[in-house]
């Protein structure tokens, strides 16, 4: 995705000058050379790359909820990505660690139903497996139709308050009881389009993961020289599956790949799995349908996924929206027999006073924070983490948030490139979160003197490069409180008027 190139750049640039060193230097303008919290946390605050931004930082005990610092804690924000901390929370109280999604083939009547409820880890080859279950039962002449049921979910496939001209990327993908993802990130409503260089002045060579055949590709990119540059954009078309490949790839460049939504995930998969019964030998004379599957279905195949317990991992560590968005209809669900996100959302907020959290006190239009209409309070995520801490879950939860500084993909996640050699590295477990003009970090820190902190750090309406540097100095200073305090300037994002500059590793695909 060409616009996402400029902000890697930007987002490598602040990881590698998050912080400047002084040796033996005094604390910051402001703080205490005695390491005082309070005033440490008010001096970072004063960054120049905060002024005119709304932003709040709250840090209790965890143990006793003594508030140690507090400014602006019950402000409303947007919170971004720290909405998946209410939304993984409800979801472990409501659907339970062992929740799997079940994907099934029967039927009727000549009929073969398709039934799915929302898996987003089902691969190509999942549904290849699937057809072959099918065929191992016996049936290998279907004389009526292939019918696609995505009923368990409603019709409603992207959420209030999102933006239009993010359709065509993975981050936005459509919301299908009946889906697909590329790869094991499970990026689900998604396809990867690998682009492979060809010989010089010619067309680079094209290839989509899960491919069935019905995806339209324009492709007008060229291969550039050995050594030149490689700017690749792929993109799609609103409202049907064209894709547009544009741009240049160098003759000895890398494949390039570039994960790209489809549009309507029930019909692709329908396609998918159609490609798949005839390569295991099963015949379908009819037509593709789509309706709920009747009762009285025989069930001849079906596919279980991973338990909520382990999906917790790839959705949290690398801060998957249609992971938040599935399990949310998943909760209308199984509280009101309706997958619509009123329901899922209605769910959630009648679970929040268990997780210590008002449910009047906040904004909540999706799962995952990807609407600009959500909004919420520190004080109600440090809420929220402290009260998760008795749950029989909290273990599972805490274990699956990126850990700061951690290089390993899959444990430090969003994290795995901040605050390395810090007093926070394999210390901080927290939840990132960012829109264009919006930065948020919460989480759990164990400090020097061995004290349990949570905390909460969301900021709206900054200029120029997030202030994750900032919020990493916050996170390292707790890490460090009670022992001997490294006074590490956070260094200020830079002004460079790019907007994608914002974008963390995740909506990138960087992680």
């Given amino acids: 995705m060409f616009r996402f190139r400029s902000a890697l750049a930007a987002s490598v640039a602040l990881i590698s000058t998050a912080f400047i060193v002084v040796a033996g230097a005094s604390a910051p303008a402001g703080a205490s050379a005695a390491g005082d919290l309070p005033q440490d946390l008010t001096a970072l605050l004063a960054n120049p790359a905060l002024k005119g931004a709304e932003v709040a930082l709250v840090v209790r005990d965890a143990d006793t909820g003594t508030a140690l610092f507090d400014s602006?804690?019950?402000?409303?924000?947007?919170?971004?990505?720290?909405?998946?901390?209410?939304?993984?929370?409800?979801?472990?109280?409501?659907?339970?660690?062992?929740?799997?999604?079940?994907?099934?083939?029967?039927?009727?009547?000549?009929?073969?139903?398709?039934?799915?409820?929302?898996?987003?880890?089902?691969?190509?080859?999942?549904?290849?497996?699937?057809?072959?279950?099918?065929?191992?039962?016996?049936?290998?002449?279907?004389?009526?139709?292939?019918?696609?049921?995505?009923?368990?979910?409603?019709?409603?496939?992207?959420?209030?308050?999102?933006?239009?001209?993010?359709?065509?990327?993975?981050?936005?993908?459509?919301?299908?009881?009946?889906?697909?993802?590329?790869?094991?990130?499970?990026?689900?409503?998604?396809?990867?389009?690998?682009?492979?260089?060809?010989?010089?002045?010619?067309?680079?060579?094209?290839?989509?993961?899960?491919?069935?055949?019905?995806?339209?590709?324009?492709?007008?990119?060229?291969?550039?020289?050995?050594?030149?540059?490689?700017?690749?954009?792929?993109?799609?078309?609103?409202?049907?599956?064209?894709?547009?490949?544009?741009?240049?790839?160098?003759?000895?460049?890398?494949?390039?790949?570039?994960?790209?939504?489809?549009?309507?995930?029930?019909?692709?998969?329908?396609?998918?799995?159609?490609?798949?019964?005839?390569?295991?030998?099963?015949?379908?004379?009819?037509?593709?349908?789509?309706?709920?599957?009747?009762?009285?279905?025989?069930?001849?195949?079906?596919?279980q996924s991973m338990p909520l317990s382990q999906l917790l991992t790839p959705f949290l560590k690398l801060s998957n929206n249609m992971h938040a968005e599935i399990l949310t209809k998943a909760i209308g669900r199984a509280k009101s027999g309706q997958g619509s996100w009123d329901a899922g959302i209605a769910g959630i907020k009648a679970d929040l006073p268990s997780l210590g959290v008002d449910p009047k006190a906040l904004r909540m239009n999706d799962g995952s924070g990807l609407s600009r209409m959500d909004s919420l309070t520190a004080d109600e995520l440090c809420d929220l983490l402290t009260a998760a801490r008795a749950k029989p879950w909290f273990n599972v939860w805490y274990q699956a948030l990126p850990i700061a500084g951690n290089p390993d993909r899959m444990v430090g996640g969003t994290l795995r490139n901040r605050m390395r050699n810090t007093a926070a590295a394999n210390n901080l477990h927290g939840k990132t979160g960012s829109l264009t003009g919006v930065s948020s970090l919460s989480g759990y820190v164990t400090a020097a003197n061995g004290q349990h902190l949570v905390f909460s750090m969301l900021s709206n309406n900054y200029l120029g490069g997030a202030p994750t540097s900032i919020q990493d100095a916050v996170g390292v200073r707790l890490a460090e409180n009670g022992g001997t305090i490294t006074h590490l300037i956070p260094a200020t994002p830079a002004r460079t008027g790019n907007p994608d500059a914002d974008l963390e590793c995740s909506w990138t695909h960087s992680c």
């Avoid at 209410?86 to 929740?99: F, K, Q, R």
């Avoid at 396809?191 to 007008?220: F, Q």
């Avoid at 490689?230 to 570039?258: F, L």
């Fill in 72 to 303: 602006g804690g019950g402000q409303q924000l947007l919170p971004a990505s720290n909405e998946k901390l209410l939304t993984s929370a409800a979801a472990l109280d409501i659907l339970g660690p062992d929740y799997r999604f079940t994907t099934s083939a029967a039927t009727l009547n000549g009929d073969l139903y398709l039934k799915g409820t929302g898996d987003p880890t089902m691969l190509g080859p999942d549904y290849d497996a699937l057809a072959a279950q099918v065929a191992a039962s016996g049936v290998r002449l279907v004389r009526g139709d292939l019918v696609a049921d995505d009923t368990w979910f409603d019709s409603t496939r992207l959420g209030t308050g999102w933006s239009w001209d993010d359709e065509p990327y993975y981050y936005s993908g459509q919301i299908s009881a009946l889906t697909m993802s590329p790869d094991t990130d499970y990026d689900a409503g998604s396809v990867i389009v690998t682009i492979t260089p060809g010989k010089v002045g010619e067309a680079p060579k094209l290839t989509v993961t899960p491919d069935n055949g019905t995806l339209k590709i324009v492709n007008t990119a060229t291969t550039g020289a050995a050594g030149s540059d490689t700017s690749v954009n792929v993109d799609r078309d609103h409202g049907v599956n064209t894709i547009r490949v544009s741009g240049t790839i160098a003759a000895d460049a890398d494949p390039d790949e570039e994960w790209v939504t489809v549009w309507d995930p029930t019909a692709y998969v329908a396609r998918l799995f159609r490609n798949a019964l005839a390569r295991h030998g099963v015949h379908v004379l009819g037509r593709t349908e789509f309706r709920a599957t009747p009762a009285g279905a025989k069930t001849v195949a079906s596919h």
